[in-house]
């Protein structure tokens, strides 16, 4: 059915039974013999196919087409490969590769050239998908603003984007095939050889790790650091490096500074006491103030400032009494508790000096006057120096 009526019914057997299209040409380019597979995806009858000029049924020429692998067949006597995007008949665009082998006669001579041809699209279409998809997450690292970095088993770099490098001052292929080790300060490589070791268990982890610049500088890096196993297979790491440089900078000047700000308030002989105005909760006291009330820091910042300062359950307000923090809190200035700002209940208090009150962080500052009279901040335990109802100083 397949093959020209002088050939034989067997080789016609095998041929059909291919699922690839295959067709057999003469050095003058005519189609001497198809398979069926051919003749399916041609949409054409035997008779249009046998005896027909390859270059005019195949794709409507006149003369052989421009780097024709059947001619280079023909005049090299070597098989010939091809990978060509041919439209079917039906207009669908299909890819192929097509392997072209010379056949010879008795005395070697090519008298003719067999092309078979396999269709590939699928896996064309697979690798346009996965060179897309490389593509979009090569722009999503490169772009990225953390670093990002792949090692080895041996902690080589293979992998480091332009984010890393620039952090670092140096360029990607710079970076890459050198020893992760290379980029950090001494005291960080044990680190990283624990955290390798760590990767090779299939362990993800994150940490802070000192990575050392082309210039000698000390970069921090915040690491999110993951295995790359395959098939149970440690082939390396993969980190994420953001820079905290300056986060831990700031953190350090900011520790400074408040211990700066603890030594002066430790140094203030007054008691000094620093109350939530919204909870009414200590939120900062000073030396001098813990040993007038004679507990540790841990008994009384978070307490309620009623409960350590004057025992009580509940706020002085609720009852009646004057909270010079509550008022101050209210009106947006000092507030000032003396024999006029006494509750109900409590005897006149001592005239105080108006305390300081320090808006910016919602919190008040209690500081003793002058006269000790200053209500709220205890100056001795009652068992030492009882002081009158209602007024503990």
């Not at 995007?85 to 005395?107: K, M, Q, S, T």
């Not at 952090?167 to 300060?185: A, H, K, Q, T, V």
């Not at 999110?224 to 831990?248: R, W």
């Not at 209690?366 to 335990?381: F, I, R």
């Amino acid at each position: 059915m397949a093959i020209a009526p002088r050939d034989g019914e067997s080789l016609t057997r095998i041929l059909d039974s291919i699922t690839d299209p295959l067709v057999v040409y003469d050095r003058d380019y005519r189609i001497v013999m198809v398979n069926r597979a051919l003749v399916a995806i041609q949409q054409r009858n035997l008779e249009q196919l046998i005896g027909g000029h390859c270059y005019k049924v195949f794709h409507g020429r006149s003369a052989v087409c421009k780097e024709c692998h059947i001619q280079d067949v023909f005049r090299s006597g070597e098989p010939q490969m091809r990978e060509k995007a041919i439209r079917l008949p039906n207009g669908i665009l299909r890819h192929f590769d097509i392997h072209a082998y010379p056949v010879r006669n008795a005395e070697g001579d090519v008298i003719q050239a067999i092309e078979h041809g396999r269709d590939i699209s699928e896996r064309k279409n697979l690798e346009h998908r996965i060179k897309a998809s490389e593509e979009k997450y090569q722009t999503i690292v490169e772009t990225a603003r953390e670093g990002i970095f792949f090692v080895d088993d041996e902690a080589r770099v293979t992998f480091a984007n332009g984010r890393l490098a620039g952090m670092l001052g140096y360029s990607p292929d710079e970076i890459m095939g050198r020893s992760l080790f290379d980029l950090m300060d001494e005291s960080s490589i044990a680190v990283v050889k624990d955290q390798l070791d760590r990767r090779r268990k299939g362990i993800s982890d994150v940490y802070e790790l000192n990575f050392k610049s082309r210039e000698g500088t000390c970069l921090v890096g915040m690491i999110s650091a993951a295995p790359l196993m395959v098939n149970d297979t440690f082939l390396g790491s993969v980190g994420i490096v953001t820079d905290i440089t300056h986060m831990k900078q700031v953190q350090s000047e900011l520790r400074s500074a408040r211990d700066f700000s603890e030594k002066i308030v430790n140094n203030i002989t007054d008691n000094l006491v620093v109350v939530d105005p919204e909870t009414h909760r200590i939120a900062q006291v000073n030396t001098s103030f813990l040993a007038r009330v004679g507990l540790d820091m841990e008994k009384v910042v978070g307490e309620p400032c009623y409960a350590v300062m004057l025992g009580r359950k509940t706020p002085c307000w609720e009852d009646g009494i004057h909270c010079p923090v509550r008022e101050s809190a209210a009106i947006k200035r000092p507030a000032q508790c003396g024999a006029d700002a006494a509750g109900p209940d409590l005897p006149a208090r001592r005239q105080s000096r108006p305390r300081g009150i320090d808006h910016s962080h919602g919190t008040r500052r209690h500081g003793k006057a002058e006269d000790g009279g200053s209500p709220g901040l205890p100056l001795e335990g009652a068992a030492k120096d009882p002081a009158p109802a209602g007024n503990p100083l």
